[in-house]
């Protein structure tokens, strides 16, 4: 049973352009949603997050969107530069701070 | 300040035997947690120490056990190895538990079970 879903397992958007990344949950008991990055031969580092009780939280280029009536939230990346290519995990915290993980989602930024 | 410190990096082992893996956190970090890496699962949680103590555990089976040492330091252990445990194990150390405590991880030890 998965409760964190990221359905698109890659993405490849122009440099320059908008990049949307999907994560989708089933659990209404999560209350903190985070987003990582991960590069080959490295470990995941923690890019943005979010609280149940926002909507919305930006830093810098990235933008968090969190719509808790779909259980669905989004990270925004504007505008997209060929660093960020990558794979993004989303995340949800429960109540126990129990952490799950979405499978990743593998983006591609093309010059 | 260092960051995550995994041991070994890579380890070639047969059915059957048993590893230990070994993180060191980042210094003040009291929490350590491990991850299994998989293609088709992504990243699955195994289980959360801290300050000596398990607080969570993921659901794996009894063959994979862990610990944390009085320094923080951790070691998570499998035993009987299976073919399917072949993976990249990722630890990660935070400062406290919870939402507030963004984990920092280490590069990962990749596991080939033959």
């Known amino acids: 049973d998965q409760q964190v879903k990221q359905n698109s397992p890659s993405l490849s958007v122009q440099e320059g352009r908008i990049s949307i990344l999907n994560c989708d949950y089933t659990?209404?008991?999560?209350?903190?949603f985070l987003w990582y990055k991960k590069y080959p031969a490295e470990g995941p580092t923690f890019l943005i997050s979010?609280?149940?009780?926002?909507d919305k939280n930006e830093d810098g280029r990235f933008t968090v969107f969190l719509n808790k009536s779909a259980k669905h939230l989004s990270l925004h990346i504007v505008p997209s530069q060929p660093g960020d290519s990558a794979v993004y995990f989303c995340a949800a915290l429960n109540r126990d701070d129990k952490i799950i993980f979405g499978k990743g989602t593998r983006l591609h930024i093309l010059p | 300040k260092a960051g995550v410190t995994q041991t070994p990096r890579y380890l070639i082992k047969t059915r059957g035997q048993q590893v230990t893996l070994s993180c060191s956190p980042i210094?003040?970090?009291?929490?350590v947690s491990w991850y299994q890496q998989t293609p088709g699962q992504g990243l699955q949680f195994l289980f959360e120490y801290f300050s000596e103590t398990q607080r969570n555990k993921g659901n794996f089976p009894g063959r994979f056990s862990g610990r944390q040492f009085s320094n923080s330091r951790s070691e998570m252990n499998v035993s009987t190895l299976e073919l399917g445990d072949s993976a990249l194990y990722l630890c990660?150390?935070?400062?406290?538990?919870?939402?507030?405590?963004?984990?920092?991880f280490g590069n990962g030890t990749r596991l080939t079970v033959t």
């Open positions: 990660a150390s935070s400062f406290l538990t919870g939402a507030n405590s963004p984990l920092h």
């Open positions: 659990n209404s008991m999560f209350d903190y």
């Open positions: 979010i609280s149940s009780i926002k």
């Open positions: 210094s003040g970090h009291r929490s």
